[in-house]
């Protein structure tokens, strides 16, 4: 009861706190539209050129549907608090929480799903006129079941970033300069993930190999359950191996932190 | 049972030395040489409850690492402490609900919102009842004198401000026992003396066992009675404040005015010249020879004014940590 209060607080703090960040997000999402429109461009004219209807199995509808679709969610799961979890590690910011009966774990989610929720709501509205209007260009065939599958998975992918970026974060207990660490993996996992671009892209084997690997359940997955590539099987299918993965993150986190904490707690702040 | 209870702590570090230049730089990339650094060396003392204790010693002394282990945030490499009825480094929640730490250097508030969210955190925190609150609140920030500040956004504040700010949070719920690690650090005089009046307050009215390090000497003086004093690691010195002077033979000061030059030459055979230019003279000298120099001093010279003195603390402090790195 007591810790629903709390959470509750610090789940207010971080709408609130990313409210004095308007700004930030708009331009965030201004920043979001440039590679939608790169993308938008290679893909016309290479649809255009090739004389196919389809490559790699993606209509020209689909394809540019994914690329808008992949890039806002890109855009509203991404963590960004690696830098302050890495600062906290090095500067002895954790110290405050570690003396505190407080999770520094439960803190730092809940307040990132704070931090998230407006853009949760902004991004559900882009998404809605974005879906009315591929549906009513033919680019997408709408069905209820779908969409509130997406909307789930995408709670599901913003979880499972959250954990992969946790402990990635926990490498700054042993790393002591990692800013470009951060860029590096943040682009790969994106990659990794189908933010870029469909995963198909890099053929059937790559697909079939990251297939058990956490990333793509993060945007590939969600962003095809909408635009209804994947079949309706393989959606249960896949919303079952995505929340494996939450387990099995949520697990691993636990383990990386608390062995590196040890380490942090010998060593000092 | 003693409320902190220290004994034959010792922690020590692991780090690299680095020589300058590009050329070691690439050496260090393959070989590192490690080096051991003892931040605290078998440090021993115990606190009782409502005691004020000030903690004293040069820069990387081993204030700091010691208020660590006694908070719970490093483990020490041996030695063993007992605080409130537990090992502060098994972090155990109830033991953390008892006591709440102010770095003056670090802050715990959040930057880009008011004060008073963070406080309402940390009421849901450390799960401070609501009526309680409420009036913790009302009484710490009149107290502070801030209750216009508190729902300001914490960047826009003053550097005194805001530690008054991390005042009201780390006190919200009512600790029995506050680490002050240089709480006035960088504060104006004004602030620097509302906040030991505070804290005064607090030690008396909650019967609060403050442990406090700080680098100026008056926050000690106007809070603490005891003081343990302690320079690479070792503890030196364990007492009241005022007595540290016995330490060194019970050294006097003698302050001297004259209406005459008067030469060093004559003055040197009294005790030791602090300071003196020709119409003024500070000596340092034993007690016992008090009596017989006063008596010289107003016969051989012209002096028309004098006055006897302690020595200053501070200087009895510099002095103790001289001696033991030396001796």
Same mark, same amino acid.
């Given at each position: 009861?007591?810790?629903?209060?709390?959470?509750?607080? /610090?789940?207010?703090?971080?709408?609130?706190?990313?409210?004095?960040?308007?700004?930030?997000?708009?331009?965030?999402?201004?920043?979001?539209?440039?590679?939608?429109?790169?993308?938008?461009?290679? +893909?016309?004219?290479?649809?255009?050129?090739?004389?196919?209807?389809?490559?790699?199995?993606?209509?020209?509808?689909? #394809?540019?549907?994914?690329?808008?679709?992949?890039?806002?969610?890109?855009?509203?799961?991404?963590?960004?608090?690696?830098?302050?979890?890495?600062?906290? #590690?090095?500067?002895?910011?954790?110290?405050?929480?570690?003396?505190?009966?407080?999770?520094?774990?439960?803190?730092?989610?809940?307040?990132?799903?704070?931090?998230?929720?407006?853009?949760?709501?902004?991004?559900?509205?882009?998404?809605?006129? $974005?879906?009315?209007?591929?549906?009513?260009?033919?680019?997408?065939?709408?069905?209820?079941? %779908?969409?509130?599958?997406?909307?789930?998975?995408?709670?599901?992918?913003?979880?499972?970033?959250?954990?992969?970026?946790?402990?990635?974060?926990?490498?700054?207990?042993?790393?002591?300069?990692?800013?470009? =660490?951060?860029?590096?993996?943040?682009?790969?996992?994106?990659?990794?993930?189908?933010?870029?671009?469909?995963?198909? $892209?890099?053929?059937?084997?790559?697909?079939?190999?990251?297939?058990?690997?956490?990333?793509?359940?993060?945007?590939? =997955?969600?962003?095809?359950?909408?635009?209804?590539?994947?079949?309706?099987?393989?959606?249960?299918?896949?919303?079952?191996?995505? +929340?494996? +993965? #939450?387990?099995?993150?949520?697990?691993?986190?636990?383990?990386?932190?608390?062995?590196?904490?040890?380490?942090?707690?010998?060593?000092?702040? | 049972?003693?409320?902190?209870?220290?004994?034959?702590?010792?922690?020590?570090?692991?780090?690299?030395?680095?020589?300058?230049?590009?050329?070691?730089?690439?050496?260090?990339?393959?070989?590192?040489?490690?080096?051991?650094?003892?931040?605290?060396?078998?440090?021993?003392? !115990?606190?009782?409850?409502?005691?004020?204790?000030?903690?004293?010693?040069?820069?990387?002394?081993?204030?700091?690492?010691?208020?660590?282990?006694?908070?719970? $945030?490093?483990?020490?490499?041996?030695?063993?402490?007992?605080?409130?009825?537990?090992?502060?480094?098994? %972090?155990?929640?109830?033991?953390?609900?008892?006591?709440?730490?102010?770095?003056?250097?670090?802050?715990?508030?959040?930057?880009?919102?008011?004060?008073?969210?963070?406080?309402?955190?940390?009421?849901? #925190?450390?799960?401070? !009842?609501?009526?309680?609150?409420?009036?913790?609140?009302?009484?710490?920030?009149?107290?502070?004198?801030?209750?216009?500040?508190? !729902?300001?956004?914490?960047?826009?504040?003053?550097?005194?401000?805001?530690?008054?700010?991390?005042? /009201?949070?780390?006190?919200?719920?009512?600790?029995?026992?506050?680490?002050?690690?240089?709480? &006035?650090?960088?504060?104006?005089?004004?602030?620097?003396?509302?906040?030991?009046?505070?804290?005064?307050?607090?030690?008396?009215?909650?019967?609060? &066992?403050?442990?406090? &390090?700080?680098?100026?000497?008056?926050?000690?003086?106007?809070?603490?009675?005891?003081?343990?004093?302690?320079?690479?690691?070792?503890?030196?010195?364990?007492?009241?404040?005022?007595?540290?002077?016995? %330490?060194?033979?019970?050294?006097?000061?003698?302050?001297?005015?004259?209406?005459?030059?008067?030469?060093?030459? %004559?003055?040197?055979?009294?005790?030791?010249?602090?300071?003196?230019?020709?119409?003024?003279?500070?000596?340092?000298?034993?007690?016992?020879?008090?009596?017989?120099?006063?008596?010289?001093?107003?016969?051989?010279?012209?002096?028309?004014?004098?006055?006897?003195?302690?020595?200053?603390?501070?200087?009895?402090?510099?002095?103790?940590?001289?001696?033991?790195?030396?001796?």
């Amino acid at each position: 009861m007591n810790r629903r209060r709390l959470y509750s607080a /610090i789940f207010s703090m971080g709408v609130q706190h990313s409210m004095e960040y308007r700004l930030h997000f708009f331009l965030g999402l201004l920043g979001a539209m440039f590679p939608i429109l790169v993308q938008y461009f290679i +893909w016309t004219a290479v649809y255009r050129h090739s004389g196919q209807a389809a490559l790699f199995s993606y209509s020209y509808g689909q #394809i540019i549907l994914y690329t808008i679709l992949a890039g806002l969610v890109s855009k509203l799961i991404a963590t960004q608090f690696e830098q302050q979890i890495a600062d906290d #590690i090095k500067n002895g910011g954790l110290n405050k929480y570690l003396i505190k009966p407080v999770s520094y774990f439960g803190y730092r989610l809940v307040s990132f799903f704070g931090q998230k929720a407006i853009y949760y709501g902004i991004t559900a509205l882009l998404l809605g006129g $974005i879906i009315w209007f591929a549906s009513a260009r033919g680019a997408l065939e709408l069905q209820a079941i %779908r969409l509130i599958l997406f909307a789930i998975t995408l709670w599901g992918a913003l979880l499972l970033n959250f954990l992969i970026a946790y402990c990635i974060c926990a490498s700054a207990f042993y790393l002591h300069e990692i800013s470009y =660490f951060f860029v590096i993996t943040s682009l790969l996992v994106n990659i990794l993930s189908g933010g870029m671009f469909p995963l198909e $892209i890099f053929g059937e084997s790559v697909v079939k190999a990251l297939q058990f690997t956490p990333f793509p359940y993060t945007i590939y =997955f969600p962003v095809n359950v909408l635009s209804g590539k994947t079949e309706v099987a393989a959606m249960y299918q896949g919303l079952l191996i995505q +929340w494996g +993965w #939450i387990l099995l993150f949520i697990g691993l986190s636990r383990l990386t932190w608390q062995v590196s904490m040890k380490k942090y707690s010998a060593v000092g702040g | 049972m003693d409320f902190i209870h220290v004994r034959e702590l010792h922690k020590s570090f692991v780090y690299y030395r680095k020589e300058a230049g590009l050329r070691n730089s690439l050496k260090n990339l393959f070989v590192r040489k490690s080096l051991v650094k003892e931040a605290v060396k078998s440090v021993s003392f !115990d606190i009782g409850p409502g005691e004020c204790v000030g903690f004293l010693g040069p820069n990387g002394a081993g204030k700091t690492t010691t208020l660590k282990m006694l908070s719970g $945030i490093l483990y020490p490499t041996s030695g063993e402490a007992n605080v409130l009825g537990y090992v502060p480094w098994e %972090r155990k929640n109830e033991f953390k609900r008892l006591f709440s730490m102010v770095m003056g250097q670090k802050n715990q508030l959040w930057w880009d919102l008011p004060a008073s969210e963070s406080i309402y955190l940390n009421k849901c #925190i450390y799960d401070v !009842d609501d009526h309680l609150y409420r009036r913790s609140l009302a009484e710490l920030s009149e107290m502070l004198d801030v209750q216009d500040l508190l !729902d300001v956004q914490v960047r826009r504040l003053s550097l005194g401000e805001r530690m008054k700010m991390e005042l /009201i949070a780390a006190l919200i719920h009512r600790p029995r026992l506050l680490y002050l690690d240089e709480p &006035t650090i960088g504060l104006d005089f004004p602030s620097q003396k509302k906040v030991r009046e505070f804290l005064k307050y607090y030690n008396e009215q909650f019967g609060a &066992t403050i442990l406090l &390090t700080s680098h100026y000497m008056k926050d000690v003086e106007d809070l603490c009675r005891r003081t343990i004093i302690i320079n690479e690691g070792n503890l030196l010195y364990d007492g009241e404040l005022h007595r540290i002077n016995d %330490r060194f033979g019970e050294q006097k000061i003698i302050k001297l005015q004259f209406s005459e030059p008067v030469t060093e030459q %004559r003055l040197a055979k009294f005790g030791r010249i602090v300071r003196a230019d020709d119409y003024s003279a500070v000596l340092e000298l034993p007690k016992y020879r008090l009596k017989e120099v006063s008596r010289a001093v107003l016969d051989s010279f012209p002096t028309i004014d004098w006055t006897i003195e302690d020595v200053p603390i501070e200087d009895s402090i510099s002095m103790l940590y001289h001696k033991e790195s030396v001796g």
